[in-house]
């Protein structure tokens, strides 16, 4: 599966951005696709994820509320919508994909950087 995100950028601090994160090859194989950030000198974290076929969602407790994780499976692609951002969402976001009968975030995007500025 290759992945493709699109959508980082410069904002203003509650301003609001929308990540886009196509997937091509084996689509017939995804389990769900998640959303994933890096802020510098920090380890990697989750931010979100959905399920494929149920739309199930999960999110980090940092951004309930804020973020808004989707998907449209007939174009293989998954969003996140990011509102009232701050200045602490500023990281290299990744999206991810995990396959049926796998447990992990196997195949990975090469990321798109957030910055928000107050």
């Known amino acids: 599966v290759q992945l493709q995100a699109f959508g980082g950028g410069l904002v203003q601090a509650g301003g609001s951005l929308r990540l886009s994160c196509a997937a091509s090859g084996r689509t017939w194989s995804i389990y769900s696709m998640g959303w994933f950030r890096q802020a510098p000198g920090k380890e990697r974290e989750f931010v979100a994820s959905?399920?494929?076929?149920?739309?199930?969602?999960s999110y980090a407790d940092s951004v309930k509320g804020r973020f808004t994780i989707s998907r449209d499976n007939a174009k293989n692609t998954v969003y996140l919508q990011m509102n009232s951002l701050k200045r602490e969402d500023t990281a290299t976001y990744y999206c991810?994909?995990?396959?049926?009968?796998?447990?992990?975030?196997?195949?990975w995007g090469p990321g798109t950087l957030v910055t928000v500025s107050s």
């Open positions: 991810a994909t995990q396959l049926v009968r796998t447990t992990r975030y196997e195949y």
């Open positions: 959905v399920t494929w076929s149920s739309g199930s969602t």
